[in-house]
């Protein structure tokens, strides 16, 4: 005897629903509507990706830093930190924030070009950090992940992104 299953079948996202809101949270008494709202709100989809790639990114950092800092100088783990954590957080934002589809290779090159701006910023800010105000470096690594959304939201937002018709 065989059984067979039936296929199971997804309704689509609601036309007022990012495709990442699960549909049983707008269900949730009390609290359920205004978080789709909030969540439909791509500023506050950024923050909450923004607070992601940080700690993807100081982790990198950091397990980088442990692991070779005493032969490698920390701006070499910056700048590749830099890379692993662009790599990773493309996927977060092409359709988690932006919801840009499938932009291809010249979409990423954009995104990656926002997110040298921001190590261009933390090439320079660590180093004041760490040598004139003497700060260790995990810690001015981490005052300097703060600022990255800051400087890569609207360059995102308007040209990676965007295709510069935003």
Known sequence: MTQTSRPIVTAPPAPDRHPW??????????????????????????????????????????????????????LVTLTVANFLTTVTAYPI???????????????????????????????????LLVEVAGAPVLLAQAIVIVVFPLINYPLQRRWAFGGGRR
């Open 21 to 74: 809101i699960p549909a049983w949270l707008e269900r949730v008494p009390g609290i359920g509507r205004l978080a789709v709202t909030l969540l439909n709100d791509p500023r506050v989809r950024y923050l909450l990706a923004g607070g992601i790639t940080a700690v993807i990114s100081y982790a990198y950092f950091s397990g980088l830093f442990l692991l070779v800092g005493h032969h490698v100088h920390y």
């Open 93 to 127: 934002y092409q359709h988690g924030v932006y919801q840009a589809g499938q932009g291809g290779f010249a979409q990423f090159l954009r995104f990656y070009a926002t997110c040298l701006w921001a190590l261009v910023f933390g090439l320079v800010a660590m180093p």
